[in-house]
């Protein structure tokens, strides 16, 4: 059954911002760590539109019940004055760290104040922790990493650092993008995996039972990642960075960059599609999944990107890709700005993060659906019928669909408002008789509503109605030829009013049928 519709038209490097801060002395990191060290191993809820209730929980790895974790990486102008933009809390949010000094160097530290400030707020805090020095004063190879040549200077103390706000968890992802540094002299593929292994049991020899570990590769297919994977054992949830890089304006910072413009579904998709394919093993496609970092370049040339439209559809995409998570949007200059933070960009991310989608929240109110045309009762005199809808969801809800149901098979749906359908009875194999016509709207957070139902009658040459089109028909419309004024009885099958070719043309497209 088909049906033709009316009417339809539709970054990066990791930032080296050395937090050049007073270093503070070890005891006086865990005064203020303990403080914190009350909170809960569970996020507290994010602050939620109004007259919404949020039911979602996390799982012991931190795996939401429904909808997704929300975060960001903020580093110029701060975390909580995005908040204030978009009208919510983040469920977590993104801190890179370098590797050096763990006991007396902020960027080394994990947390460090600024995360203990931001976590005491009940935000996850994703530590991001590079094998790197970003003053540049040293070099940590993954393979002197493995051999413990750091265990006692750096990988031990970063421990004690993350047991002592326990039970508080954190996400914590070593050396991400490891497959897209550029850098053969951190080592090869088996000495970054043989150092994440090894970071790994030092962790849990320590015991620090307050990780969730992520493992992030750039997400790039065209890489060899697969040589990276540390193991199924070693990993929690499967990161990955993916960007919309369109750079239409030919902006200097994002050369080399995408060439075609990619919605949100097509820049989430591959990676997590390669995933889901068994490219890491079978036991990778059930890990839940989280883009670590993700953005779109705000480009002024090209007319048709438009932020707002890109991040309002990020939720839809994060609804057909079920095992994502958690995302963090990359609020940062980086290779190729990324920024969120006014205009049209931060109208669509706003909407993004109130998404029933995103939030998990659901509300009371179901959309709302009817049929404005035809008129009840009307006579289908022919084979099609336009048939129009009106749909509406209840904000922050969207609707995602409308179908056409006749006699209660569905047999067209539209996704784009105006909500306008032919329907065609003969593709059908619906002949004469009275149809019974509904519409079903379906809103963003899995609500559906039906419309009251329309009657329709169809007569498709059947003019005496008796079941079929013969000779009978044709006496009766033969007797009223030429009438005005004349009635379906008399033979008028157009519903001109007047008995002639045209009445006699449909008589003949319908000649034998029978119901």
Avoid at 16 to 31: D, G, R
Avoid at 84 to 94: C, H, I
Avoid at 453 to 463: F, M, P, T, V, Y
Wanted: glycine letters at 8%; hydrophobic letters at 35%.
């Amino acid at each position: 059954m088909t049906s033709t519709k009316k009417i339809k038209s539709k970054k990066r490097m990791i930032v080296k911002n050395y937090i050049n801060l007073t270093s503070i002395s070890v005891s006086l990191l865990f005064a203020v760590v303990g403080v914190h060290a009350l909170l809960t191993s569970h996020a507290a809820p994010s602050t939620k539109p109004d007259g919404i209730t949020n039911t979602c929980s996390l799982s012991s790895l931190m795996v939401p019940s429904c909808g997704v974790l929300w975060g960001a990486y903020v580093p110029s102008y701060g975390l909580t004055t995005l908040e204030n933009s978009v009208g919510r809390q983040f469920d977590f949010f993104q801190e890179y760290h370098d590797f050096p000094s763990p006991t007396s160097n902020q960027s080394g530290m994990i947390p460090n104040t600024n995360d203990l400030a931001l976590m005491a707020g009940g935000r996850i805090l994703l530590a991001s922790w590079t094998n790197k020095d970003w003053t540049g004063a040293n070099t940590y190879t993954w393979a002197n990493i493995a051999s413990g040549s750091y265990d006692s200077t750096i990988i031990i103390p970063q421990t004690q650092n993350i047991k002592a706000i326990a039970p508080t968890k954190i996400f914590l992802s070593f050396a991400p993008e490891m497959d897209g540094s550029g850098d053969s002299s951190l080592g090869t593929a088996a000495d970054y995996v043989a150092a994440y292994q090894h970071i790994y049991n030092v962790f849990k020899a320590q015991g620090v039972t307050n990780v969730v570990w992520v493992w992030t590769p750039t997400g790039d297919t065209a890489h060899n990642i697969a040589s990276y994977y540390p193991g199924d054992s070693y990993v929690d949830w499967l990161g990955y960075d993916p960007y919309n890089f369109y750079n239409a304006d030919d902006d200097p910072a994002c050369s080399s960059k995408d060439t075609t413009w990619k919605n949100p579904f097509t820049t989430f998709s591959n990676y997590y599609d390669w995933v889901q394919s068994g490219n890491l093993g079978t036991g990778a496609e059930s890990k839940p999944m989280m883009l670590d970092e993700y953005g779109s370049h705000d480009d002024a040339g090209d007319p048709i990107s438009g932020d707002t439209n890109w991040y309002s559809q990020v939720p839809a995409a994060l609804a057909q890709l079920p095992n994502l998570h958690a995302l963090s949007q990359y609020d940062s200059a980086g290779s190729c700005p990324t920024y969120v933070n006014s205009g049209a960009d931060l109208a669509g991310f706003a909407a993004a993060g109130l998404n029933p989608i995103v939030t998990g929240q659901s509300s009371s109110n179901p959309p709302t659906t009817a049929i404005t045309s035809p008129a009840a009762s009307t006579v289908v005199q022919g084979h099609s019928v336009v048939i129009d809808a009106t749909a509406s969801a209840t904000s922050p809800a969207s609707i995602t669909k409308v179908e056409l149901l006749v006699n209660g098979n569905v047999e067209a749906t539209d996704t784009t408002s105006p909500y306008d359908f032919t329907w065609n009875s003969q593709t059908s194999g619906i002949k004469n008789g009275t149809i019974s016509v509904t519409t079903e709207a379906f809103d963003s957070t899995g609500l559906t509503t039906s419309s009251s139902i329309l009657s329709l009658k169809l007569d498709n040459g059947d003019i005496n109605g008796d079941g079929a089109v013969n000779i009978a028909d044709l006496s009766i419309l033969a007797a009223h030829w030429g009438d005005s004024g004349a009635t379906l009885s008399e033979g008028d099958l157009n519903g001109d009013g007047v008995i002639n070719i045209a009445d006699l043309s449909i008589l003949a497209t319908n000649w034998g049928d029978s119901d």
